[in-house]
Nanobody, 122 residues
Framework: VQLQAFGGGLVQAGGSLRLSCAAS????????VGWFRQAPGKEREFVGV??????YYDDSVKGRFTISRDNTKNTVNLQMNSLKPEDTAVYYC??????????????????WGQGTEVTVSS
């Protein structure tokens, strides 16, 4: 599976962006697709994932970000509202077959997109 993440950009604090992750080759069928982000000088961190029909989010984005999966378009979307400067990072989507206890770990995902940059200005 080859993934492409897109939709990033520059936005003011309080604004919104919608990121999408598409499978350019293969499909997401049978895979869990999660969103992660990596700020400069920091490790890649979990943002959210939909697994078995239930969405899980990091506490830092809960209530502001929403993940949705569109199987007809073969995309997984991340709607980001009420953005804050601390949300600035490169956002990645990953596909894998993590078990529930490890779904927040980047190492549980086998395939990655190239990332899309999100910059939130204050």
């Amino acid at each position: 599976v080859q993934l492409q993440a897109f939709g990033g950009g520059l936005v003011q604090a309080g604004g919104s962006l919608r990121l999408s992750c598409a499978a350019s080759e293969g499909t997401f069928s049978g895979y869990t697709v999660g969103w992660f982000r990596q700020a400069p000088g920091k490790e890649r961190e979990f943002v959210g994932v939909v697994k078995n029909g239930r969405a899980y989010y990091d506490d830092s984005v809960k209530g502001r970000f929403t993940i949705s999966r569109d199987n007809t378009k073969n995309t997984v979307n991340l709607q980001m509202n009420s953005l804050k400067p601390e949300d600035t990072a490169v956002y990645y989507c990953g596909a894998g077959r993590p078990i529930l206890s490890s779904m927040r770990a980047p190492t549980s995902y086998t395939y990655w997109g190239q990332g899309t940059e999100v910059t939130v200005s204050s």
